[in-house]
């Protein structure tokens, strides 16, 4: 179930990887807004899907960026790791300047990742911000998001990010790479430690991934046509200062 499609999202992915054209004909505009009653985006929708993929107008970009966070997630809980939690407040990296910090991610407890912090992001290669690098240099995008999510997010108190980027068409960026390769690892260690031959770890949630990526590109596609309103977000710090920090002494 977790690599299936319907034929919409089917036909959407193919031709996006294929790089046919994936907007009709008759939709000139993007109609995402990011709350009912507000202006839409008004940007022209290249037949080739590019702004539609990229756009940050409406619910749509919220929807792949918290689908991807959510297997990684889902990803450490089959690994039996203590501490698994989503959008954790790090308070350590949070000032007046940059503002808070919310990381995606926090794993602890696993002696491979006793202090996971990963904030996760999705990148669109075709943007003009990623060029002419990204048309040269394979993973430029990818490395362009890394770099950028250090110099937000710089170390403070021991704690540092682990940026997790990829770009639309499926690369992982270095970091992302790293962190399956070593998610392995503890796979094998657990299963040497029951007695059971190393299960195909990488084999099962590398298609997991690639299959909940195409799905929501093929709804950033789909509906920026018809558009899609948001809703505005809010987070808040948790009321004890100690919540989400590094459980090590």
């Known amino acids: 179930p977790s690599v299936a499609f319907t034929d919409r999202p089917w036909a959407y992915a193919t031709r996006w990887r294929l790089g046919l054209d994936v907007v009709p004909l008759g939709c000139p505009t993007c109609e995402n807004a990011r709350v009912i009653g507000a202006v839409p985006c008004g940007a022209l929708l290249d037949r080739l899907g590019d702004h539609a993929a990229a756009c940050d107008t409406g619910v749509w970009r919220n929807f792949r960026h918290k689908t991807i966070a959510d297997i990684h997630a889902d990803m450490f809980a089959t690994l039996y790791a203590p501490v698994v939690r989503r959008e954790a407040y790090v308070a350590e990296m949070s000032n007046p300047q940059d503002g808070e910090a919310w990381m995606d991610l926090w794993v602890s407890g696993l002696p491979e990742f006793q202090d996971l912090l990963a904030d996760i992001?999705?990148?669109?290669?075709?943007?003009?911000?990623?060029?002419?690098?990204?048309?040269?240099?394979?993973?430029?995008?990818?490395?362009?998001?890394?770099?950028?999510?250090?110099?937000?997010?710089?170390?403070?108190?021991?704690?540092?990010?682990?940026?997790?980027?990829?770009?639309?068409?499926?690369?992982?960026?270095?970091?992302?790479?790293?962190?399956?390769?070593?998610?392995?690892?503890?796979?094998?260690?657990?299963?040497?430690?029951?007695?059971?031959?190393?299960?195909?770890?990488?084999?099962?949630w590398r298609p997991v991934f690639d299959a909940a990526l195409a799905r929501a590109i093929a709804s950033q596609l789909h509906f920026a046509a018809a558009g899609t309103p948001g809703r505005p977000r809010v987070r808040r710090p948790p009321l004890c200062s100690s919540e989400g920090a590094c459980p090590l002494p």
């Open 121 to 204: 992001t999705v990148r669109h290669p075709a943007c003009p911000r990623y060029q002419p690098a990204a048309a040269a240099v394979n993973g430029s995008a990818a490395a362009f998001a890394a770099a950028e999510k250090r110099r937000r997010y710089p170390p403070a108190a021991g704690r540092q990010v682990t940026p997790l980027a990829r770009e639309t068409w499926g690369r992982l960026g270095d970091d992302a790479e790293d962190l399956l390769a070593r998610c392995q690892a503890v796979a094998t260690r657990l299963a040497h430690r029951a007695g059971r031959n190393p299960p195909a770890f990488l084999k099962h």
